[in-house]
């Protein structure tokens, strides 16, 4: 069974950053695409960043685009999300997916693999 990990998370004050990681095990890393969602209290949970098997072609919600950036390491199996300047506004739990369907993988019902999550919390 397909295994995905989340670390990093933590509290920090608005402008700081905070880099998550997900460590996955138990699939062919390289032959999934990875996403980051997010949820807020009472908020469904949300598309953050994506990015395909290699690495090369990435997708943002708008929200966050120019201050997140994801990355993957294939050799390590771990994908990661880079958050600068960071907005009480990002405050939810992070979480990290897989999927090997070839769909829009912006998509939250594209992804059938999930981490359990890690709290970002963004004090003002």
């Known amino acids: 069974q397909v295994q995905l990990t989340e670390s990093g998370g933590g509290l920090v004050q608005a402008g700081d950053s905070l880099r998550l990681s997900c460590a996955a095990s138990r699939l062919t890393f390289s032959s999934f695409a990875m996403g980051w969602f997010r949820q807020a209290p009472g908020k469904e949970r949300e598309f953050v960043a994506a990015?395909?098997?290699?690495?090369?072609?990435?997708y943002y919600a708008n929200s966050v685009k120019g201050r997140f950036t994801i990355s993957r390491d294939n050799a390590k199996n771990t994908v990661y999300l880079q958050m600068d300047s960071l907005k009480p506004e990002d405050t939810a739990v992070y979480y990290c997916?897989?999927?090997?369907?070839?769909?829009?993988?912006?998509?939250?019902?594209?992804?059938?693999?999930w981490g359990q999550g890690t709290q970002v919390t963004v004090s003002s």
């Open positions: 997916a897989a999927t090997n369907i070839r769909a829009d993988i912006s998509y939250i019902k594209s992804y059938k693999h």
């Open positions: 990015t395909r098997w290699s690495g090369d072609v990435t």
